[in-house]
Nanobody
């Protein structure tokens, strides 16, 4: 079992920045994918950014809507994944969920609210 705890959400003005963190604990496999998804009211959950483990090359995938504005990173020693979000837009408002996949299993955090509004 893997437990994920997110932090760092909040209210920010358009053009501002936030940094989300997700700490993983439990039995974590060295080969996995960690990342972020989001769900806005009335919409389906969508991928924001994911990153493979160092042992798998540390590859990243971003949704087109956040490319150039968001950056995903990992601290493997701390089993933590981060999402640096810059130049935030009102359409980035959503609940952001941390996700970890390994060995065919998928785990989710409880979500953290990000609201972009003036």
């Amino acid at each position: 079992q893997v437990q994920l705890v997110e932090s760092g959400g909040g209210l920010v003005q358009p053009g501002g920045s936030l940094r989300l963190s997700c700490a993983a604990s439990g039995s974590i496999h060295s080969i996995n994918v960690m990342g972020w998804y989001r769900q806005a009211p009335g919409k389906q959950r969508e991928l924001v950014a994911i990153m493979t483990s160092v042992t798998s090359g540390g590859s990243t995938i971003y949704s087109d809507s956040v490319k150039g504005r968001f950056t995903i990173s990992r601290d493997n020693a701390k089993n933590t994944v981060y999402l640096q979000m810059n130049n935030l837009k009102p359409e980035d408002t959503a609940v952001y969920y941390c996700n970890e996949e390994e060995l065919g299993y998928e785990y989710w955090g409880q979500g953290t609210q990000v609201t972009v509004s003036s």
